[in-house]
């Protein structure tokens, strides 16, 4: 990890090694916290971090839905997210505010335990490598099922439900593919272990629905809004393994992710085993978008100062 010089800490920037909490954390025993992962990127005219807007509200609505109050305003959380990049010096940053339960009491009732509140901004590439725009990424379906919304709320971002992501990714890599598809409950396909998929047959492009369990991503919402403009049609559908295998095309989204075509499946090649041209056109608007190079998309993006 490429460190920055701070870290912006309940309130104040602290330096990036002063950042600390006490092992007696809430949120390090029961995995009670929610968090948010964001990118800034160095356009034409400065550094602009790409809408902002919904990444705070589905922080605040993570919070919510974990019954967490977080003690400050969404406008001095906005200020702080554009501050931590500022004040690094950082021309592009991927952005992770944390919001946890500090030390308190213990037990699983966080009765008279602080809501404690990290900004963490630093330089991070492409998330699934350097080759994965091009070349795409090579998946696997995972024995591990998507948290379920019976037992979850998977469509916020909560700390603790990261262990099913992080069993997925790990058994991925341990058996030589880049990532995992995981399923929902029943037999549909929810989503990547962080990544939302969607997959293209005959020009028709389609998305499991939010109801499997999948987070409902701002990227994935961004792409079926500039597949509109690009006149392609989208469905948000339950989606078998045995349609991801005989897709056309197949790719990722996500903030860390991007836009990444997914060429093969248990070691089946989805169409030619590169990126289609569909993934393709998808993914150079959208880093067009989110690069400021679309002026039509202009009011997603927010200047760090
Ligand atoms: C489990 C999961 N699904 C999907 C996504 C994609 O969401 P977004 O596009 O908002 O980054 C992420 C990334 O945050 C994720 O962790």
Not at 84 to 105: C, D, K, M, T, W
Not at 177 to 185: E, K, V
Not at 240 to 246: F, G, I, N, P
Request: a negative charge; hydrophobic letters at 35%; aromatic letters at 10%.
């Amino acid at each position: 990890m490429e460190k920055s010089k701070y870290i912006w800490f309940n309130g104040n920037f602290v330096n990036w090694e002063d950042a600390k909490v006490s092992v007696m954390s809430h949120t390090l025993h029961y995995g009670t916290g929610v968090f948010e992962g964001i990118r800034a990127r160095h356009c034409s005219d400065g550094t602009y971090i790409f809408r902002l807007f919904d990444h705070v509200e589905r922080l605040y609505q993570s919070a919510d839905a974990y019954n967490m109050k977080i003690p400050y305003t969404k406008e001095e959380i906005t200020q702080a997210i554009k501050d931590s990049v500022h004040q690094n010096n950082l021309s592009s940053a991927y952005i992770r505010p944390l919001v946890f339960f500090g030390e308190g009491e213990m037990g699983l009732l966080p009765k008279n335990v602080p809501v404690w509140v990290s900004i963490s901004a630093w330089n991070w590439g492409a998330y699934l490598g350097d080759d994965a725009g091009n070349s795409g990424v090579k998946v696997c379906i995972s024995k591990w099922k998507r948290i379920s919304p019976q037992s979850f709320k998977p469509y916020s971002k909560g700390v603790g439900g990261y262990m099913n992501s992080t069993l997925a990714k790990v058994e991925a890599v341990k058996n030589g593919y880049d990532d995992a598809i995981m399923l929902g409950d029943g037999e549909v396909v929810a989503e990547g272990s962080g990544q939302n998929v969607f997959s293209i047959k005959k020009g028709v492009i389609t998305t499991p629905p939010i109801e499997t369990g999948a987070l409902g991503g701002i990227t994935r919402k961004t792409v079926l809004e500039l597949c509109k403009e690009l006149n392609i049609e989208t469905k948000e559908q339950n989606l078998t393994v045995d349609d991801l295998k005989t897709s056309d095309e197949l790719f990722f989204t996500g903030t860390a992710t991007e836009v990444v075509g997914v060429v093969s499946i248990d070691g089946d090649n989805i169409g030619s085993g590169l990126p289609g041209e569909i993934t393709k056109t998808i993914r150079s608007k959208y880093l067009d978008v989110v690069n400021g190079r679309d002026k039509m998309y202009s009011h997603y993006l927010e200047n760090v100062k």
